[in-house]
């Protein structure tokens, strides 16, 4: 067991891998910012950020490869992040504002959920090979399953998160599984447009505070609470 800090009063935990490797966050000296931080070997490393004043580790693969979300130079948007080789990517949005990265597989690809243009709802994404792709494009079209955030990618790009169901009128969300297709024809890409359906007041709620706070399994204050 540890327990440590990047020199300030607490950290989190939200990531491990079978290595026994972890990421999350902690506070640095004097408690002047939260840093998404990867524990290896004994020590705690500061991840940094992408320029702002916190950064946040959530999910972590077997090379060690960290994503989570970043604050930018504004100190009031978050972008998801892949922290690999020494270094933290930007990994952008899906034309919103903010966006968090929550999965990540042995390949170094990433889910999580991203605001989109206008940020009228937030959609689910899949970071791979350099882009950021909106879910929802890959989605079958005959499917009533609007995806709303992506938690986690397994080694076979089998990903999990939760959806809002078009034909509904409730505020459930619901969980879903995406699996992709394995040899045979191709299926052709969605071409229609993805409908801007109208997320449950209380969905939107629930996946803004994770892109930002990841408030769904925050434990601690976020930063700038008051510290009591």
């Known amino acids: 067991m540890f327990g440590g800090t990047l020199g300030g009063t607490y950290s989190y935990g939200y990531g491990i891998n079978a290595s026994g490797q972890v990421t999350g966050y902690a506070l640095t000296s004097g408690n002047s910012a939260q840093h998404a931080f990867l524990y290896s070997g004994g020590s705690m490393q500061d991840l940094g950020t992408l320029g ?20 930018t130079t504004s100190n009031t948007i978050q972008h998801a992040f892949l922290y690999s080789g020494g270094s933290m990517r930007d990994l952008g949005t899906l034309g919103g504002t903010n966006s968090g990265g929550f999965g990540i597989n042995t390949s170094g690809q990433v889910v999580g959920s991203s605001d ?51 034909t509904q009128t409730t505020n459930a969300a619901l969980a879903f599984v995406a699996i992709p297709r394995f040899g045979g024809a191709a299926q052709p890409a969605r071409t229609e447009a993805v409908p801007r359906v109208a ?8 996946v803004q505070q994770k892109i930002r706070t990841r408030g769904a399994r925050r434990i601690g204050p976020a930063f700038g609470d008051s510290q009591k």
């Open 52 to 71: 702002g004043i916190a950064s946040y580790g959530y999910g972590i693969n077997a090379s060690g490869q960290v994503t989570g979300a970043a604050y």
């Open 116 to 166: 989109i243009t206008g940020n009228s709802t937030s959609h689910a994404f899949l970071y791979s090979a350099g882009s950021m792709v909106d879910l929802n494009t890959l989605n079958h079209s005959g499917s009533s399953l609007f995806l709303n955030d992506a938690e986690t990618i397994d080694d076979l790009g089998i990903i999990a998160g939760y959806a809002s169901d078009q």
């Open 199 to 206: 997320m449950p007041d209380s969905l939107r709620t629930l």
